[in-house]
């Protein structure tokens, strides 16, 4: 990462640039380099820091529901067996 506003600036076209032509970089480098052009402006950091918490906040939903349909699953096998059998 550059440490000068204007490397970073250049490093970050580049990169959407590089990202709009088919080949060895793809259309990745597009996400990078705009993720670049957002540290020196102040909307685009709003923009991220409001996108990385949305991310978050959908993550952690996800990781709740899969974990109480774990717990769902758990407590239905042990529901059907015989309670004097020890597990």
Do not use: F, N, Y
Not at 5 to 29: E, F, K, Q, W
């Amino acid at each position: 990462m550059p440490k000068s506003r204007a490397g970073r600036i250049g490093a970050g076209v580049a990169l959407v640039i590089l990202g709009c032509i088919p080949g060895p970089p793809g259309p990745a480098a597009i996400p990078v380099g705009l993720t670049i052009l957002t540290l020196d402006h102040p909307r685009g950091r709003r923009w991220r820091r409001v996108t990385i918490v949305r991310v978050g906040r959908r993550w952690q939903s996800m990781q709740a529901k899969r974990e109480m349909r774990r717990a769902q699953k758990r407590d239905a096998s042990l529901a059907g067996r015989d309670p004097e059998i020890p597990v």
